[in-house]
């Protein structure tokens, strides 16, 4: 065990505007990741209202000796979907599938996984908003029904066949549910959004991992890495390995305030957790487009980055930060966004006319 403790305890600010680095874009240590993934209710950290609606309910699902409702996670990635589903798994007693939406491309995928289920199991499928048509109507008996519903034949020869498959729990997560299709959204027993963390939470994230990690860490080093983490533990915990990297070359092995934030300064990780993607976003939308608005098309273009990354990436923690705006007509750098890159921003763009 290797933490250092200091006297700060003042820890508890939540992030509300207080931005934002991002949840990987897309390649992530997953091996890491599990490595320091929590197994139970109490290991996890933050979602609070989650935590105790989905206690009850796994107490009730026990009691009646029933598998749980089908549940599904929205919200942007990195906020520990995949982590939460695992330790519902474990708390049930069940072994989980983890599969993703791009990955069940042809009908015989999401057969094949259906079929291999055993009773009371969990299947996740992540990114579910990306299931295409065939999928999910394949899906829709399984879940509602335990079936699948197999169609033989042409035309007027054309005959279905109903196999049980044994009862299971869905858990879909996504980072868009207003992309999910109606009737796959109503087959959901439960629908949860999950919350960007506060800095108190995260701090308490980062002891954690340094614990596991065996990193000497204080109180105000894993304060100082949560500022930077934008709410979100999966950034948190990447943080923590690069900056026990500075401790460990640069200074003398141990992580304060001093070394997380001039380490977090060479990595370019601003104090709000804006990496140099970020900065170039907000940049670009007020030195080419005059502050915006501008389609997200054009930024990605303009960024050399694909629509899928700004949107799930970049965006979300720009927009609750309040650092960006959506508006019919595209995306807008709010005052605040000016402000945070110290640029002053043209009065005729602070006109009723673009609020
Ligand atoms: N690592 C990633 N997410 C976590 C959480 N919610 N609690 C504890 N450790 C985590």
Redesign the pocket.
């Known amino acids: 065990m290797a933490i250092v403790s200091d006297d700060n305890k003042n820890i508890n600010k939540p992030l509300k505007r207080n931005p934002v680095v991002k949840p990987d874009s897309i390649e992530y240590d997953k091996t890491f ?1 599990n490595s ?3 197994k139970d209710f109490d ?5 609070s209202s989650l935590k105790e609606t989905l206690k009850i309910t796994l107490e009730a699902a026990k009691r009646r000796n029933k598998p749980l409702d089908h549940l599904l996670f929205y919200g942007p990635p990195g ?2 979907k995949t ?2 589903a695992g330790v519902i798994a474990a708390q049930m007693g069940v072994d989980i599938k983890i599969t993703s939406a791009p990955a069940l491309e042809r009908p015989r995928d999401i057969i094949g996984i259906l079929m291999s289920l055993k009773g009371g199991e969990i299947l996740f499928i992540d990114e579910i908003h990306r299931l295409n048509k065939v999928a999910e109507e394949i899906l829709y008996p399984a879940m509602e029904d335990f079936t699948l519903d197999m169609t033989t034949g042409k035309s007027q020869t054309a005959k279905t066949l109903r196999i049980p498959i044994p009862k299971f729990t869905l858990i879909g997560a996504t980072t868009k549910a207003g992309e999910l299709s109606g009737p796959l959204r109503d087959r959901f027993g439960m629908i949860h959004r999950l919350e960007f ?1 506060t800095v108190d ?1 995260l701090a ?2 980062v002891m ?2 340094a614990r596991i990690l065996e990193i000497d860490i204080t109180e105000n080093g894993a304060k100082a890495i949560a500022m930077r983490s934008r709410g979100t ?2 950034i ?2 990447r943080l923590v390995k690069r900056v026990s990297d500075f401790a460990l070359v640069k200074y003398n092995g141990i992580i304060d305030e001093t070394v997380a934030n001039e380490s977090l300064d060479i990595l370019k990780i601003d104090k709000y957790g804006l990496d140099t993607t970020d900065r170039a976003l907000l940049n670009l939308i007020i030195e080419k487009y005059d502050g915006g608005p501008v389609g997200i098309e054009t930024i990605a273009a303009a960024l050399s980055e694909d629509v899928r990354t700004i949107e799930d990436v970049c965006e979300p923690y720009l927009l609750q930060a309040g650092f960006l705006q959506r508006t019919p007509r595209g995306r807008k750098v709010s005052p605040e966004g000016y402000r945070h890159l110290g640029v002053k921003q043209p009065s005729c763009q602070t006109s009723l006319f673009d609020m």
């Open positions: 990741e320091i993934r929590p290991s996890y950290i933050g979602q906020l520990g982590t939460i963390y939470e308490q994230v954690r991992t533990p999966r948190a915990n």
